[in-house]
């Protein structure tokens, strides 16, 4: 079974920033499109940023754009999401997750399973 596992979390000042990295097991990580999420308490998961097979299409929520960039390594079975200018609303439990499908209907998936995130707080 294919492991994804978060890191790069931490307590930032607002206007900070923080590089998120998802590390997949396998020899397939360049088949499926990956996709960022977060969740913070009492609220749905949602949608953050996703990139394409070959890093070559990116999407990203309203939210996060300008601030957030996604990036992947497939050589290193990883994906990235650097975040600048962070606000306290950034607060959340992130999470990757992949897919087949394209880049901007991932945003739509519901997934099977999740690994355990990396916690986000940031300081106001």
């Known amino acids: 079974q294919v492991q994804l596992v978060e890191s790069g979390g931490g307590l930032v000042q607002a206007g900070g920033s923080l590089r998120l990295s998802c590390a997949a097991s396998g020899r397939t990580f360049s088949s499926y499109v990956m996709a960022w999420f977060r969740q913070t308490p009492g609220k749905e998961r949602e949608f953050v940023a996703s990139i394409d097979q070959t890093g070559s299409s990116t999407d990203y929520a309203d939210s996060v754009k300008g601030r957030f960039t996604i990036s992947r390594d497939n050589a290193k079975n990883t994906m990235y999401l650097q975040m600048n200018s962070l606000k306290p609303e950034d607060t959340a439990v992130y999470y990757c997750?992949?897919?087949?499908?394209?880049?901007?209907?991932?945003?739509?998936?519901?997934?099977?399973?999740w690994g355990q995130g990396t916690q986000v707080t940031v300081s106001s």
């Open positions: 997750n992949r897919g087949p499908g394209s880049v901007l209907n991932i945003r739509w998936a519901r997934f099977g399973s």
